[in-house]
């Protein structure tokens, strides 16, 4: 899940129905007017669809066969660039290195692929990187020179890569855990990486010399819950926790995190995203098979409100935002895109946009 301005893009994989047929892939809202955001648009040729980045006028979407290239700059006609089918990925990243773009997919076991998209139109393989002992790597931060992997199962939880030649990424760090983590998330924030173990502990990182990521603080959480996505907004840390919705972390002194808050949730929350106090969560509700994003002002976290929510028909992965809109993968292969056009709140019905 991913935000941008008040454009939020989310994935989601698995099947869905809507009515006409299987959906999922990308869902794009409008949040402009948080409390009732509004789905402007899906896109449902992306198999599983479960991460999605926006540089420039490229939408970058990644799912169980690859990634998809859309090309973003006529909200009115997004129009498909190009398709590169690879291993299944679980996330996408871009770096710019002067003239030229890469995308970078992390694929778990199959580790993490760099693929040149500096022509949109004709995407190619560049170089594989595969850690040894081999890893599970779930999640890809690029930041500058450098390539930050989540890995999941492992004592050793984040890897640290020099990508200043992309097509000969050189690990140069790591960072070793005291135990062995669940699945991994990260979130950067300036030089500092937060990352949550999936099971108990939040970990906080120095990484202002990539090469010697240093721990500055940890948090344990003993109340049951299981720390499974993480978002970053100044001096606070944002926490799904699934059943146990969303823990508000104080970080203003790395040291010494501190839970602020605990801010329940009708569903499961899997994956979150905060920008400018604004909260967006997805949920998958197993018994009718469809997906929820649900809003919540947080901008002050003792008093949180939840605004609005909206339904995706599949298992919204990772969301983004871009400008007034909120763009939701969601299953096999769909990309809704949702449009806050009221301002009495009403939630306006969603309308699918041509796409070629």
Known sequence: MTVQSNRLFAAAGGPAWDGGGNLGGLFVFDIS???SPSRIQWRSNVSHARSAVLLDSNLYLAGDEGIYILEMSDHQFVRQSAYFHTRSTESV?????NQKRYAFLAQG????????VTDSNTP???????????????????DGAYAYLGVSGSQTPLLVLDISSPDNPLQIASFQAPTRSGHVSLAKQGDTIYLVNGDTDMYIIDVATPSQPTQLGILTVYDGSSLREIAVEADRAFIATGERGV????????????VLNSIPLPAFANHIQVNGGLMVTSHFMEGSMQGRIY?????????SATLSYADTAGEPFQALF?????????????????QRLDLNHQLFQPYTLLLR
């Open 33 to 35: 007017t948080p409390q």
């Open 93 to 97: 990243d871009v770096y710019q290195q």
């Open 109 to 116: 076991w199959a580790g993490l692929e760099i693929v040149d």
């Open 124 to 142: 190619s393989s560049v170089a594989r990187f595969t850690p040894q002992p081999s890893s599970n790597i779930s999640q890809v931060i690029v």
């Open 247 to 258: 823990r508000v972390i104080d970080i203003a002194d790395p040291a010494a995190p501190r």
């Open 295 to 303: 809003l919540t002002d947080v901008s002050d976290p003792l008093q």
């Open 322 to 338: 871009y400008e007034d809109d909120l763009f939701i993968p969601d299953g096999p292969g769909g990309v809704r895109w949702y």
